[in-house]
Structure formats: C-alpha cells, structure tokens
C-alpha cells in the first residue's frame, strides 16, 4: 500500500471496530463452520467446505487490508479550532455558479462514500479544494469539461 493515506478519527475508528469484529467473531465463526465442515467427510465434493474456505480468503484479506492501512495511514486528528482551509477532516461547501451549494466531507480514500457526501481527498473534487479557504475558486477537470467551484465556507466534521 501507498504512502500518502489519510484517515479521519472518526473513520479511523470505524476501521478499527470492522478489524476487531473480523478478528473476534467472524473468524471464529468461520473457523467454526470450517470444522463442521471437515467433519462431513470427503472434502472434495462438500459444498459447504468450498464456500467456508472461499470466505476465509476473503475475510483474511480483509483483515490484512484493514492492519496495513491502519498501519500506515495517517491519522486527521480533529481540530478543535474551526479551519481555515480545506483538509481531510473537514466539511465544505462549494458553489458552482448559478447551482445550489453542496456540502461534502472531505475523507481518505478508504472512506469516500459519495452517496454519504464523503470525498476522497484523492478524488478530482476533493484534491483540487484541498489546501484553499473560503472564497476562493478551485478549477475542477470534468469529462463534461472544466468546472469551477467557489468555496462557502469550511468547517469541522
């Protein structure tokens, strides 16, 4: 994984909630499922011994996935002050002109959830706001062609 990951607290946290379940009770469980299935005897017919081991590769690359980018993430600690200009961490409203104003939280990419409002700080949008304040106006290359955005105002998320 690449240097240069971000994470919020809040999101950072979140991770850390998914890892420990991964590892305290799904793992288990599947572990649990894997013996039943060995018990039935001939493995190589047993539906049931194919499908648990198919999810223990896939829970084991998760975890793997969630203890590296913990790992080497950075981690947004909250400000307490509001910000001045936009960073991971915060939420920002942005105008296009003769649009109405949308408000996005900027995250890493690990939570980008557009459908929530969180963009990545990697994305288009978010990196062309990053490191701007209030007022300015971020040029943002689209396939529809070139946009530009005003920022309203930045606060905490």
Do not use: C, W
Request: proline residues 4%.
């Amino acid at each position: 994984m690449a240097e240069g990951k971000f994470l919020t607290e809040e999101g950072a946290a979140e991770l850390r909630r998914e890892l420990n379940d991964l590892k305290t009770v799904k793992r288990p469980e599947l572990a649990y499922r894997l013996k039943e299935a060995i018990s039935m005897g001939d493995l190589s017919e047993n539906a049931d011994y194919h499908d648990a081991k198919e999810q223990q590769a896939f829970l084991e690359g998760r975890i793997n996935y969630l203890e590296e980018l913990l790992r080497v993430a950075t981690v947004v600690p909250d400000e307490q002050n509001k910000p001045n200009v936009v960073r991971v961490g915060v939420e920002v409203t942005v105008q296009e002109e003769g649009e109405k104003p949308e408000a996005f939280s900027i995250v890493g990419a690990a939570e980008a959830n557009p459908k929530e409002g969180k963009i990545s700080n990697e994305s288009p949008l978010g990196s062309a706001l990053m490191g701007h304040k209030v007022g300015d106006k971020v040029s943002v290359k689209a396939p529809a062609g070139e946009l530009i955005f005003k920022i309203k105002s930045i606060k905490k998320t």
